[in-house]
């Protein structure tokens, strides 16, 4: 377990990227890591199968939490989709190869599951995007994948990284196919009553100017 100094949650994951990004929006957190077969099952649909990674993964990090220990775990996991087929993290560059010739050319979805346990129980949510892809040539995969860049990510690039130069086109979270949706993150963590903004910022020196209420004649 890596800890903070005093940390508001637990961050289920060893990404460098979601940590970055938590860090993004102020959120103190310690690591711990969860080891979850991240096997699709047969006939799960991929956005059933990324919400049931994320919560195992918080499910597995908060039951190696010291007793009495009531902060909330977050985890995460994000996959690449092509029509209804999943693309996972490639291992070698043959898989390389067939997954950035499958999104040449064409769109694909990207699903990011984050799941939250807290004391008042769990809660889940799912950021849907999609990317669309330039076409690719034969080289500039291979060059890719000997870069190292695609070997930890799913679908095969990062989008943060050289990935970035083979979308032509997003819509939708670039946090979220980053591997860590905000905006579902934020409200999940505010649900669970931790501000991410202080309560400082509305203390402004300059007072807010008041709206005169509309009346009626």
């Given at each position: ?11 289920a994951s060893?990404?460098?990227r979601?940590r970055?990004?938590l ?5 103190r957190?310690?690591v711990v ?9 047969p ?11 994320a ?10 939490l ?11 996991d994000?996959?690449?989709?092509v ?23 064409r769109?694909h ?8 346990i ?5 809660r ?6 999609r ?27 990062g989008i ?8 032509a ?12 949706p905000?905006?579902?993150t934020?409200?999940l963590l ?16 300059v007072?807010i100017?008041?709206v ?6």
């Open positions: 377990m890596m800890s903070d100094a005093d940390p508001q949650i637990y961050l060893r990404s460098p979601r970055e990004l860090t993004q929006i102020g959120v957190f310690a890591e969860a080891e979850v077969d991240e096997t699709c099952r006939g799960e649909h991929p956005e059933d199968y990324v919400l049931r990674v919560l195992e993964k918080a499910r597995q990090a908060h039951a190696a010291p007793a009495g220990d009531s902060r909330p775990v977050l985890g995460a994000t996959t690449v989709v029509g209804e087929h999943i693309l996972g993290k490639p291992t070698t560059l043959e898989d390389c190869l067939a997954m950035m010739q499958s999104l040449s050319g769109s979805r990207v699903l990011t599951a984050v799941a939250l807290a004391p008042d129980g769990e889940t949510d799912l950021s849907e995007s990317v669309t892809f330039r076409s690719l040539t034969q080289d500039e995969c291979l060059r890719y994948w000997l870069t190292g860049e695609p070997q930890d990510k799913a679908g095969g690039y943060q990284g050289l990935g970035a130069l083979f979308i086109g997003l819509n939708g979270s670039y946090s979220g196919v980053m591997g860590l905000l905006f579902e934020g409200r505010g649900q669970a009553g931790i501000e991410l903004i202080p309560n400082t910022a509305v203390r402004a020196s007072p100017a008041q005169p209420t509309e009346t009626t004649p």
